[in-house]
């Protein structure tokens, strides 16, 4: 018997229309169906497809993890993982891996991709990620930089000054530790907040009108030197 093959599926930022032809072929004829998914609680991967999937009957496999950046990665429950889709593949099952944006910017996906591809075909399908879906807009000779917002306050401090344009990522519970390095910085008047981009629930707003500090994990802050836009 032939070995299955592992996809990682890019599934887009938010919207189901956002996910590409080739996603949704595989993921509604793959036999078993995994996507990343908090300790409690629905996945979001998961949920961006459901539109998709009515009438197909997968094996579903909830990879369950901390969206909690301090203790990423959980090594134990990615070993799990590829233990248990390396079973189904074994036995000649197809295995679609759901991820959100796309699987290998800033994905969890590369954390199953380098221990399933050591055994097992891995083909990976890319996806609209969030930073195309709100992306600053920059002239041709400007810098931008992607910066987890978990970084060292001294070191994203760093980094921002260095920058012309930035996308923040990873915000949740250390937007205090953003806004004192973007009001130390001189830039918080040109950070703008986009909260679940492509969503029903999306949020868009100048950082400056934000009431609090609350933020969820899939929040990005966009700083642009010049404010935002181009200049003719
Ligand atoms: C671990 S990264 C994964 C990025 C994903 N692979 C992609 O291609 O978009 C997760 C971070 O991306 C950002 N993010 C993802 N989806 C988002 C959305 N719909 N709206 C705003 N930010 C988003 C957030 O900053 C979040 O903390």
Redesign the pocket.
């Known amino acids: 018997m032939s070995e299955g093959t592992a996809y990682g599926l890019?599934v887009g930022?938010?919207d189901p229309e956002l996910v590409t032809l080739k996603a949704l072929r595989l993921m509604q004829r793959c036999e078993v169906l995994a996507y990343p998914a908090p300790e409690t609680g629905p996945s979001l991967a998961r949920g961006i497809v459901a539109p998709h999937l009515e009438g197909c009957t997968p094996v579903e496999y909830a990879i369950r993890m901390p969206m909690e950046a301090a203790r990423f990665p959980a090594a134990a429950v990615y070993d799990r993982a590829a233990s248990e889709l390396g079973a189904h593949l074994a036995a000649g099952r197809d295995v679609a891996v759901l991820?959100?944006?796309?699987?290998f910017?800033?994905?969890?996906f590369m954390y199953l991709f380098t221990r399933l591809a050591t055994r097992f075909t891995v083909e990976v399908v890319p996806?609209v990620?969030?930073?195309t879906?709100?992306a600053p807009i920059l002239e041709m000779a400007q810098a931008a930089s992607v910066i987890p917002a978990t970084l060292p306050e001294a070191d994203l401090t760093a980094r921002l000054a260095a920058t012309d344009a930035a996308a923040i990522?990873?915000?949740?519970r250390h937007m205090p530790k953003l806004r004192r390095v973007l009001d130390a910085l001189g830039l918080t008047s040109s950070a703008r907040y986009?909260?679940?981009?492509?969503?029903p629930e999306q949020a868009i707003r100048p950082l400056a009108e934000l009431a609090d500090d609350a933020a969820p994990?899939?929040?990005?802050v966009l700083v642009h030197r010049r404010g935002g836009a181009v200049e003719g």
């Open positions: 890019g930022p938010g991820c959100q944006g796309d699987p910017f800033y994905g969890s996806g990620a969030a930073l879906a709100s990522i990873k915000i949740g986009i909260e679940r981009a492509t969503l994990y899939f929040a990005t």
